[in-house]
């Protein structure tokens, strides 16, 4: 599946791009503090399967919603696909785009990302 986004008006560096099970966008409560888009829930991982510990992004990675390549607003746009092979275009119709406030980070134990800043709903 090939993920092309046309996004504008991103603060410049890295953002981890990742599908999410529900299309809702509303704030939850995380720890005790609000937390913007929390209501999409987790990652789309139909199989449950963990986190790879280690890998780099690109090379295996297991989790089916993160997509292998942050986005990047350096220039304040960002329009680049990313190509997966780990998730087919009808089980993700309806579900959620989310695009955090950092890149992917795969290191240890792997946080995605950061904050959630923008999110969207796959419609096509
Ligand atoms: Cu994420």
Same mark, same amino acid.
């Given at each position: 599946?090939? =993920?092309?986004?046309?996004?504008?008006?991103? /603060?410049?560096?890295?953002? %981890?791009?990742?599908?999410?099970?529900?299309?809702?966008? +509303?704030?939850?409560?995380?720890?005790?503090?609000?937390?913007?888009?929390?209501?999409?829930?987790?990652?789309?991982? /139909?199989?449950? =399967?963990?986190?790879?510990?280690?890998?780099?992004?690109?090379?295996?990675?297991?989790?089916?919603?993160?997509?292998?390549?942050?986005?990047?607003?350096?220039?304040?746009? %960002?329009?680049?696909?990313?190509?997966?092979?780990? =998730?087919? =275009?009808? /089980?993700?119709? +309806?579900?959620?785009?989310?695009?955090?406030?950092?890149?992917?980070?795969?290191?240890?134990? /792997?946080?995605? +990302?950061? %904050?959630?800043?923008?999110?969207?709903?796959?419609?096509?």
């Amino acid at each position: 599946m090939m =993920v092309t986004p046309n996004l504008s008006d991103l /603060p410049s560096g890295a953002h %981890a791009f990742h599908i999410y099970e529900h299309p809702n966008r +509303g704030a939850g409560i995380k720890g005790s503090k609000k937390a913007a888009r929390l209501m999409a829930g987790s990652h789309y991982n /139909p199989t449950k =399967v963990e986190h790879g510990q280690g890998m780099t992004y690109g090379q295996g990675m297991k989790s089916r919603g993160h997509l292998p390549d942050n986005i990047t607003g350096a220039d304040i746009t %960002a329009t680049k696909g990313i190509m997966t092979d780990k =998730v087919k =275009v009808t /089980p993700v119709k +309806g579900r959620a785009i989310m695009v955090h406030r950092h890149g992917n980070n795969e290191a240890g134990k /792997p946080k995605g +990302g950061g %904050a959630r800043f923008a999110s969207g709903v796959i419609l096509k």
